[in-house]
């Protein structure tokens, strides 16, 4: 799964507590060979269906998982439900379960264009907005595309990367080193290069002074040592300062975008209006107000951009779960 990039070297100091050691135990060699096994048992199973087959048995094979995760159905209600508490029960479930079938659908459709050509990739997915892109490229400066788990944004990666040249994706890795093998791979098939979080911030700044695209998803908590906390639906979340830092380090412009599903297996590409780094600019304004007003200027186009469809946002990851630290008095 995508993911923000480590903060760059000089980002700076902030005062929450070090995060405590990790006690995850090591995973074992025969419990990753199980894994790889099944999902490919999985994948294969569902490439032998008709498309509309497939995305119907993935939709049902995630309502059976998730009536089994307790802990991820109270978050996927909990969010919601504080997300939109004017919202009637009845129309909170019926967003959590189209929230459910969306992923399970972009998953299946990720899954199948390891069968498809550039051509018939490309068929699928409509392109709006293009001229934006077009535009932050012709800065020089390298572009940022900010995205979310909205839709297929693995998808919308792989096209992405069709516009003009390939782009460097930043990926969080799974824990399953085979699992994310074969998910590199289709990562890659078109020729997108993408870049582990660990060793983002020197090789993303390598990109930008190159002039290429890269893109980041920013909508995911993260620890209280890396956070700014912003405002996200009314309640302040932690947020990585990484896509802000690296923007007013670079100048370069950051470019809003989402894979929208249709109908029929289709998507929708946006591309929206770039964000400027002298946006955040102004007189007395320090380095590290800018990097909070960057930083909540991209929630607050993602927000926006879930208000349009909430059902295609991924609800299920507990984007509030960091929690500021209380002022001492």
Known sequence: MSAP???????????????????RKRRSALRDRAELLLFRLAAGG????PPAAARQTGRAAARAAFALLSSRRRILFGNLTAAFPDEPAERIASIAAASIGG????????????????DELLSRVSVV?????????????GVFLLSAHIGNWEI????????????????RPLDNPLLEEELGRLRRRFGNRPVPKKQATRELLRAM?????????????????????????GRPAATTPSLALLQLKT???VVPVFTWPETDGRYRLDFETPILPEEFEGAGVDREERVRRATARYMAVTEAAVRKDPAAWLWVHNR?????VPAPR
């Open 129 to 141: 907005g293009e001229e934006n892109l077009r535009a932050a490229r012709a800065r020089g400066k």
């Open 5 to 23: 990039p480590p903060d760059p070297s000089d980002a700076p100091a902030r005062s929450a507590p070090a995060a405590p050691r990790s006690s």
């Open 320 to 324: 509030w779960k960091t929690r500021p």
């Open 209 to 233: 002074a190159r002039n290429e695209t890269v893109a980041i998803l920013v909508d995911q908590n993260v620890l209280p040592r890396e956070a700014v906390f912003v405002p996200f639906f």
């Open 46 to 49: 569902l490439a032998l269906l």
């Open 251 to 253: 100048g370069a412009a």
């Open 156 to 171: 919308g990666a792989l096209v992405a990367g069709m516009l003009g040249e390939p782009i460097a994706p930043v990926v």
């Open 103 to 118: 992923f399970a659908t972009a998953l299946v459709d990720f899954l199948e264009t390891a069968r498809m050509s550039r």
